[in-house]
């Protein structure tokens, strides 16, 4: 069974860091493509981060781009999110999703079920 | 940057109606690119359809996507109890931006 969890959320000051981790188990890690998206309390959905399976390409939001870095352990089984300089406003649940791939169509077909980050004075 | 607008902001249905939500990207998206997602409060995203109109295991058939270009569309024949939920479109190319959601209530 594909399961996705989530840790490292919390409560921090802006201007501060945190570190979120996601353990992936069911699957072979290093075979797929994985996300970061988050969500604010009462909003939509927002596109973080991805990162490709052998950690080569990198992509980012431009909300978050130079401030968060995704990296990825395949012998640990580990997606991680680096993130500084927080801001109120990255306050969200903090999902990661896997990417299902075939013919080129893809989608997020598993998640995580999200750790929350208050950023607050 | 391509950006996608879902309308209506919220459709209010019955039980057993049709529903229709549209998703309109500001430039061409390929149809392999667009993908429906389902969520409930308090839960995590469930994938609906990835290229626009491939179902997601397990998807009921009461839901059908279509469309390509910039107009793109999500159906479900009969709304079901469960299916109350907000519905977000996904296209994915140098980033994996989101719509901002239509919500289907109980009328």
């Known amino acids: 069974e594909v399961q996705l969890v989530e840790s490292g959320g919390g409560f921090v000051q802006p201007g501060g860091s945190l570190r979120l981790s996601c353990a992936a188990s069911g699957f072979t890690f290093s075979s797929y493509e994985m996300n970061w998206v988050r969500q604010a309390p009462g909003k939509g959905l927002e596109w973080v981060s991805y990162?490709?399976?052998?950690?080569?390409?990198?992509y980012y939001a431009d909300s978050v781009k130079g401030r968060f870095t995704i990296s990825r352990d395949n012998a640990k089984n580990s997606l991680y999110l680096q993130m500084n300089s927080l801001r109120a406003e990255d306050t969200a649940v903090y999902y990661c999703a896997r990417v299902y791939s075939v013919w080129g169509s893809r989608g997020f077909d598993y998640w995580g079920q999200g750790t929350l980050v208050t950023v607050s004075s | 940057e391509i950006v996608l607008t879902q309308s209506p902001g919220t459709l209010s249905l019955s039980p057993g109606e049709r529903a229709t939500l549209s998703c309109r990207a500001s430039?061409?998206?390929?149809?392999?690119?667009l993908a429906w997602y389902q969520q409930k409060p308090g839960q995590a995203p469930r994938l609906l359809f990835y290229g626009a109109s491939s179902r997601a295991t397990g998807i009921p058939d009461r839901f059908s996507g279509s469309g390509s270009g910039t107009d793109f569309t999500l159906t479900i024949s009969r709304l079901e109890p469960e299916d109350f939920a907000v519905y977000y479109c996904?296209?994915?190319?140098?980033?994996?931006?989101f719509g901002p959601g239509t919500k289907v209530d109980i009328k």
């Open positions: 430039q061409s998206v390929s149809s392999s690119y």
């Open positions: 996904q296209q994915y190319g140098s980033s994996f931006t």
């Open positions: 990162i490709s399976g052998g950690g080569t390409t990198i």
